[in-house]
C-alpha cells in the first residue's frame, strides 16, 4: 500500500480523498493557489504546498509543479480527483514518468475514451448499443447538416472533445441548424480548443443513466451498479441517485454488463463511469439505453454508490494503484436501500441562477446526513472555480424515505450573505413528480415556475419572520402595530421588514424558521431560503394611535432604480412603490397598507444610506 499521497485538486473532493487517505494511515501531501491559502484541504493535509496565483491555468492545471510538489515532499503518488487534471492523458504519463504511482486511469485509456466521437466508434467496435447519429470526419457545415436531415429532429450537436456540460446545442429544425452549429463550434473551440462536432438523435423523454465500473491491474473489470442523474439543468447535474427509479433486473443487467464490455475495451484500470442515455418514454427498456460517453475518473456523485453497495470508492482507488486486486468480487456487491445527492451551489436561482460569491458568514449544513464539503464557516467562496459549496448524501430504506431525508436535509441550510440553491433544491425533492420517480432530464426546466423561490417573500416567510422576531427580537426588525392587535391573544399582527419591503404579518406559534444574527444582521432560514430582515420600517406606528404614518426606509445603502409612485397618490396595500438596487440584488419596496403616498423623497438614481426614510404612507382613515 502507498504510503503518502499528493492530492492535485481542491474542494470538497481533495477534502473527502484525504479523510480515507487518513483512515488508512496515508500521509497526505494538499496543493494550493493563492486563493485557496485558507482553504479546507490545506488545514486538513498533513503537508501543503504552494503551487500559484488563483487562476487554475496558474496552478492547479500545472502539471509540472505538480509533480515537482510531491518529488519535494516525497510523497509517491498522486491523486487527480475530478476536473483539472483528471482525464489528462499526458499527465498521466509524466507522473509515471516521474517515479510516481498514478491513482487515476491509464494515459491509453483516458485517450481511448477522450473524444466523444473515436469512443463511440469503439464501443460499437465492442458491440455496445451507442446513440445513434453522425461522427465522421467530414465537418463541412452542409454535409452536418445533410446528416441532421437524415437523422431527424431534433438533433444533438456535441463538441467531440466536449465535457462539463459544454459545447451542446439541441436543435429543433433544419432551418435552425447552420446558425446553432456555428454557435457550438464557437464554444467548442473556445472551451476545449477543438471545434470538431458529432450529431446526434435527441433521445424523447431523456434520462441519464450512468454505470460505476471498477478495474485492476490483475485484469479485472467489475460494475458497482447504476446512478440515475437525470435531475439536470443544461445538462449539470443537481440530484442524484442510485439505484435508478423504475430499474428492473433485466435492463440492469443489459447495461451493468454493456458498460463492463465498455471498461474491459479499452484495457480500463481504477474509478470509471460509463455514461448512457435512455428514452423513457415507455419506462427503462433494454433496447432503448445507449452509450453516450465515459467518463474515465471517480465521478462527483460518487457517494450514491458509496451509500448503496457499503463500499469506500476511494479506498478501492488507493488499493489498485498500488497494485491489490479490487476488494470485491461481482458476486460479493449488492444493493442496499436507496441513496441521494444533491449539489449546494453557491448560486441565486432567483436571479437567473447567477455564481453568488463572497464571505460564508454563516454556514450550517445538516448534522444528520453525509456532508463532503470543501468550504467552512467563516471561509468564503472565490470567483476562480466551481461554485459548489457541498454534497449532501442521505441514505434510506426506500426511495421515498430518501427523498423526505434529502427535503429535509435541503431545507436545514443556513448559508449567509452568499446565496445558495437549498430552497430550489428542497422543493426538487419534495416535488411530487419526483418523489413519484417520474425523472427526465427535462425535469428542471419545465418546473423552473415552481421550483424557483420568488424575490418577494410569500405568506409563510412573513409569519415566519413575525413569529421569531416576535419571540427573540435581535434588533429593530419589527414593530408591533398596537391597533392592528387581533383578538386572539397568541397571535399578533405585526410590521415586519423582509428584504427590503415593510409587510404586516400575523405572527403564529407554529411558524417554522428562526432568525440568526449574522454579521451584524438578522437573517430568517426558512425551507433553505435565507431573507434579510431590515430595521423596521414603519416608524410612529402605535404612537399617533395607529399605524398612521408608514414611513419606508432603505434596508440597506443602495440606489433607487425606478420609483412607480408619485405624492399623493392613493396606493393599496402591497402595490410596488419603488425598486433599490443593493447588494447587487433588486428589491422592490411595497405598501405596507392602504395609504396614500406623502413625503416621496427619492428619484430613480438616487442613492440611499441605510436607514433613509424613501417614502411615506399614509394610513386611509378608518
Ligand atoms: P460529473 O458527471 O461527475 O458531474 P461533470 O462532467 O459535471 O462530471 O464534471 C465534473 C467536474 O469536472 C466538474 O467540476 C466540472 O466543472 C469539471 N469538468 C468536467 N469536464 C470539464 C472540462 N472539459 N473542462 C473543464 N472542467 C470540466
Ligand atoms: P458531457 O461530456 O458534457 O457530460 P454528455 O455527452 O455526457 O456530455 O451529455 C451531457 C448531458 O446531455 C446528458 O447527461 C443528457 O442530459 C444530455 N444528452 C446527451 N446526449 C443526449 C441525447 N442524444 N439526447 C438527449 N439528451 C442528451
Ligand atoms: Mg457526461
Redesign the pocket.
Known sequence: MIRSLLIANRGEIACRIIKTARKLGVRTVAVYSDADAQALHVRMADEAVHIGPSPARESYLLGDRIIAAAKATGAEAIHPGYGFLSENADFAEAVVAAGLVWVGAPASSIRAMGL?DSAKALMIAAGVPV?PGYMGENQDPEHLKSQADAIGYPV?V?AVA?????G?RKVEASADFIDMLASCQREAAASFGDDRVLI????LS?R?IEVQVFGDTHGEVVHLFERD?SL?RR?QKVIEEAPAPGMTPEVREAVCSAAVKAAKAVDYVGAGTI?F?ADGTEGLRADRIWF??MNTRLQVEHPVTEAITGQDLVEWQLRVASGEPLPKRQDELAIDGWAMEARLYAENPTAGFLPSTGPLDRLRLPDDVRIDTGVYEGGEVTPFYDPMIAKLIVHAPTREAAAAKLAAACAQVEVWPVRTNAAFLTRAAADADFVAGRVD?GFIERGLDVLVPTAEPSDAVKTAAASALIKAPTGAAWTDLTGFRANAPTQRRVAVSVAGSVHLAETSATAGGHVASVAGRDILFLDGEAWPLGPGRVDGAGGGGGASDGAILSPMPGKVISVDVEDGQAVVRGQKLLTLEAMKMEHGMVAPFDGTVTALSVAAGSQVAEGAVLVRIEADAG
Not at 466536449?162 to 459544454?166: D, E, H, I, T, V
Not at 446526434?200 to 433521445?203: F, G, H, L, V, W
Open positions: 466523444k446513440t444533438l456535441k466536449g465535457g462539463g456540460g459544454k451542446m446526434e438523435k435527441y433521445i431523456p441519464h442523474c439536470q445538462h455514461e442515455i453516450m460517453e432530464t
